[in-house]
């Protein structure tokens, strides 16, 4: 299964837009370009789609900028602190395929030969840093688990999953459903425009770089090209500005059984 992984677009609807001297909308025109050269199955994006407070000018833009991905592959968006769900919803649809019936949240799972994908919901309020996936959607995401097939699964959400006041505010109960469900394999994520790969328990904890700007002039601006297999994963980082050090570098990961 071949995916590009994006996250942190933050697109205004003025394209002039600009940050740390980066173009969000010029970025994402770069990546666009690049992830249809490299012609992958589908396109995931971890959150933080909008530039500040998912306005709806935010997401026509997007959806323009996305929009010849979406011809050639199914494209998949996550929320973040930056989004606006019912703005979301109401540029992408409500009926997403893959949508799930948790109440108040986008949730989508997405079904493949080898790998299973979750898209979590971690948008509190449009603007707010920190993040919550809440009792309805720990409860939905247990009960899932238990009842499906038991295919490798990788968990997308936006925020990151520590214990900074920024991050996952129920992190500590998303560890204990899916630290003894061995299906979970992975969890991906955006929110600290940073790229690392990191495990806890076995469970890999993988750091999506931003596309529309880095914090720090250390970090890559850009995307990754994934494969995924029933036995493990290769990303490849697509840097398109920042530090690009590590572009072109592919880590292998093996899943732990």
């Not at 790969?197 to 720090?216: E, K």
Request: aromatic content about 8%; charged content about 20%; proline content about 7%.
């Amino acid at each position: 299964m071949h995916w590009a992984l994006l996250s942190d677009t933050h697109i205004p609807e003025n394209p002039a837009d600009e940050y740390r001297g980066f173009r969000p909308v010029e970025n994402l025109k770069k990546c666009v370009e690049m992830v249809l050269a490299a012609r992958p199955q589908g396109a995931i994006l971890c959150g933080d789609a909008a530039r500040l407070a998912g306005l709806p000018g935010d997401y026509q833009s997007l959806k323009s900028l996305l929009e010849p991905v979406a011809r050639e592959m199914p494209v998949a968006i996550a929320l973040g602190n930056h989004d606006d769900r019912k703005n979301f919803l109401q540029a992408f649809g409500a009926s997403q395929k893959g949508a799930q019936p948790v109440k108040n949240r986008h949730v989508l799972v997405i079904e493949g030969p080898a790998v299973r994908f979750i898209l979590l919901d971690s948008l509190i309020m449009p603007n707010f840093t920190p993040g919550l996936l809440g009792k309805d959607q720990r409860t939905w995401l247990a009960q899932f688990l238990d009842s499906a097939p038991p295919l490798p699964t990788v968990i997308f959400m936006h925020h990151t999953p520590d214990d900074s006041d920024s991050a996952l505010l129920d992190m500590p109960r998303l560890f204990d459903i899916v630290k003894d469900r061995a299906m979970v394999k992975a969890i991906i994520f955006g929110h600290s425009h940073r790229y690392a790969n990191l495990a806890w328990n076995g469970i890999h904890m993988i750091n999506i770089p931003a596309v529309g700007y880095n914090f720090r002039d250390e970090d890559p601006v850009g995307w990754v090209d994934a494969v995924f297999t029933a036995r493990g994963a290769s990303l490849t980082l697509r840097a398109i500005g920042g530090n690009r050090e590590r572009d072109g570098r592919t880590v292998v990961l093996s899943w732990r059984s």
